[in-house]
């Protein structure tokens, strides 16, 4: 049975302007179930396809990952410092997400959460694709959907006729005086080649959180780095070669108090320790296009490497990852039917290292090969998609090796009604096979110690997402030219045999965990978690807009709970829900020199969760945007913003909570009134 909708829904239809499906992004054509739009996000362009200009991410001065999703109500990144956060879309953790960086997937934890939600400049982001529908071609891993961020070409830089160009940004943030600066050269090779390269810097000191007081080691340093090589025609031959480096550094507690959950200023139990966290990407996409409708081929390519190294230790975690896909879509006309069949393979093989200066050197396999077909029919007022998806996964688990096969189906289906409504449903499955455990805590698996499964052998971690709403699409309802969207979509995804680690100290073989134990060493337990856990919910979206001012909102209501209906609260590398969330956007190009912006983020009280879980407080923040160019073009931009006007304390509700020894649950808060500055310089 799906979420009650009784009572909060009538409140949320009231309370919402709400926000507006976009279309799909080019290079993954129809890659939602039924030709259903995913919500994108662009800096700079025009989302909604509506004539806004510099949406987003500009005017928001979107600085870190976090705060790409920073207007959208169905992404939500929880934990504060950005050594604890973690994404969460429709309630799903990223872990069970496939997040890729074009098209590089990111892969598993390093340590903890580190390594899933990437580091990555929001000023090279061309658009950022949030996809929670089912679909076949979506990659592995996608038990709750994916998410993809694309960065720019040279040619997206270029205005028309221009051979070169130049963009210099340097910006200041108040809540944690951050001082950021980039560089961005690009320019024409030819007729169809373009080159850039980048460099981007950003240093931050501990956070002042809402009311006054920092968080402690929420400070840290970040490098941006991307050589790009593409060329882009309009139809024949398309390529793109990128470089990539994200480094992250800064002085934070290693283990999980203070670290990965938890306010460090309550609940520290591990000194700072300096760490560097890197990432390093290596991409290769081809496209071919002809005028041919039965070629429309796409290959990519990518190595992606990531790294943590504890610097005191000279200790490291990291990550290798080679993988790709091939895929082409077939455009058909069979009568009065039209198809666009999409077939293709992906692969990826990933081997986690631990390096130790006084230990073994171990290494941890996986892989996956996946094949999908995907066909995506319009016929008259319906429009079908069907699909499936044949996965052969292998993981290594130290003692026991997760191994299989899995074939994912799926079926959508959306039905143009009358006067701009069309109703839609879908339903679609799909398995994890390479686990969500850290690599960095394979390391603690003992045969002796470590309870695996209860000797059974381990299943793939497998997913059932379906959902249904209604859609409205009207024009000059208000007043004449003004336009109009809503959406609301009821859903439920099913996650079951999410793999687990249980242990009440940490590492049953650390120190610490012996110390704690008379030193004798802990029974950890890794295993297949015994009961499914649903984020089942419904969303709300809409926008409407005339002329230069555009509003759109979004608006969630998630639970997480088990088969019979009761809490399960907030799970680390699962899910979880929260108070009902509401982003309320507004846009007003006031001038073709300034555009001013507003965004409420209203969450309501949690308080659906375990006895063994702390309520969480809703809260109301306010932001302010405004942009200004003297001389009504790009060569100069100046952009102040202010998140949190009123210095609201709060803590997001995917927040991980820990209990310290009074039985008192400690939060971490996140960051309060942020005045920013940016200074844009175009050449």
């Known amino acids: 049975m799906l979420h009650p909708m009784t009572g909060r829904l009538t409140g949320a239809l009231l309370a919402a302007a709400v926000t507006v499906p976009a279309t799909a992004a080019d290079d993954d054509r129809g890659s939602s179930a039924t030709g259903l739009s995913p919500v994108r996000v662009e800096a700079g362009g025009d989302p909604l396809e509506r004539g806004v200009e510099r949406e987003g991410l500009q005017r928001r001065q979107a600085s870190s990952s976090a705060e790409i999703f920073r207007g959208e109500a169905s992404a939500e990144v929880g934990g504060g410092s950005r050594n604890a956060q973690r994404l969460y879309l429709r309630g799903v953790e990223s872990s069970n997400l496939n997040v890729t960086v074009d098209g590089a997937r990111q892969g598993r934890n390093l340590h903890q959460h580190r390594g899933g939600l990437t580091g990555i400049d929001p000023d090279l982001l061309k658009a950022v694709e949030i996809d929670p529908r089912p679909a076949a071609d979506q990659g592995p891993g996608a038990l709750g959907g994916a998410v993809r961020f694309r960065t720019v070409d040279a040619q997206d830089l270029l205005a028309p006729g221009e051979d070169t160009g130049a963009r210099l940004r340097a910006g200041y ?20 080649w373009g080159a850039l390269a980048h460099i981007g810097a950003a240093n931050r000191d501990d956070y002042r959180v809402g009311g006054g007081g920092t968080m402690p080691y929420s400070g840290g340093r970040d490098r941006d780095y991307l050589v790009r090589l593409s060329r882009a025609p309009s139809t024949g031959h398309q390529l793109r070669l990128g470089v990539q480096r994200n480094t992250f550094e800064g002085d934070h507690p290693y283990g999980s108090w203070g670290s990965d959950f938890g306010d460090p200023r309550e609940t520290i139990r591990l000194e700072p320790i300096g760490q560097e ?53 077939f455009t058909l006309e069979t009568g009065a039917a039209r198809h666009r069949l999409t077939a293709g393979v992906d692969y990826y093989t990933e081997d986690g290292r631990i390096e130790q200066a006084d230990g073994p050197r171990l290494s941890h396999q996986s892989r996956n090969l996946g094949a999908f077909l995907q066909d995506r029919v319009q016929w008259q007022r319906l429009r079908l998609s069907a699909g499936v998806r044949l996965d052969d996964y292998s993981t290594d688990l130290v003692e026991q090796d997760l191994d299989g096969e899995a074939v994912s189906p799926n079926l959508s289906a959306e039905l143009d009604l009358t006067a701009g409504w069309t109703a839609f449903a879908g339903y679609g499955e799909a398995v994890n096979g390479a686990g969500t455990l850290p690599i960095g805590w394979l390391q603690f698996i003992d ?17 059932q997402r379906r959902e249904g709403g209604l859609r409205y699409q009207g024009r000059h309802l208000v007043t004449a030219g003004d336009r109009f969207d809503f959406e609301a979509t009821v859903f439920d995804t099913r996650i079951e045999h999410s793999i687990e680690r249980n242990d009440p100290w940490g590492s049953p073989l650390s120190p610490r965990a012996r110390s ?8 950890g337990e890794i295993r297949n978690r015994p009961e499914p856990v649903h984020l089942r919910g419904y969303e709300l979206r809409a926008a409407w807009g005339v002329g230069a001012y555009d509003t759109r909102a979004s608006f969630i209501s998630t639970d997480a709970v088990d088969d019979d209906g009761d809490p399960v609260g907030v799970t680390r590398r699962l899910g979880g829900g929260g108070g009902d969330r509401l982003v309320w956007d507004q846009r007003w190009a006031v001038h073709e020199t300034l555009t001013l912006g507003y965004t409420l983020t209203w969450v309501g009280d949690y308080t659906e969760v375990p006895d063994d879980e ?30 949190n006007l009123f210095d609201e304390a709060y803590v997001t509700h995917t927040s991980l909570a820990v209990e310290d020894a009074d039985g008192v649950f400690h939060l971490r808060e996140e960051p309060g009134r942020d005045v920013r500055l940016t200074g844009t310089l175009r050449f």
């Not at 943030?173 to 169809?192: K, P, Q, V």
């Not at 796409?298 to 190595?303: A, D, E, K, Q, S």
């Not at 200790?315 to 896909?325: L, M, N, P």
């Not at 704690?516 to 029974?523: H, R, S």
């Open 516 to 523: 704690e134990n008379d030193g004798d060493p802990l029974i």
């Open 277 to 329: 966290m890197r990432r390093d990407t290596w991409t290769a996409e081809h496209r071919y296009s002809p005028a041919d409708p039965l070629v429309d081929w796409r290959t990519r390519l990518y190595r992606n490497d990531k790294r943590l190294e504890r610097q005191d230790e000279h200790t490291a975690i990291s990550a290798v990852e080679y993988g790709g896909d091939v895929r082409n879509t």
């Open 447 to 463: 045969a002796e110690n470590t309870n695996l499964n209860d000797g059974e052998p381990f299943q793939a971690e497998a997913s």
């Open 173 to 192: 943030a108040s809540a944690d005086d951050a001082e950021r600066g980039s560089t961005i050269l690009f320019g024409r090779l030819g007729n169809d």
């Open 614 to 643: 702390p309520e969480r407080d809703g809260y109301q923040l306010h932001d302010v945007q405004a942009q200004w160019r003297p001389w009504a073009d790009e060569r100069l931009t100046l952009a102040l913003a202010v998140n």
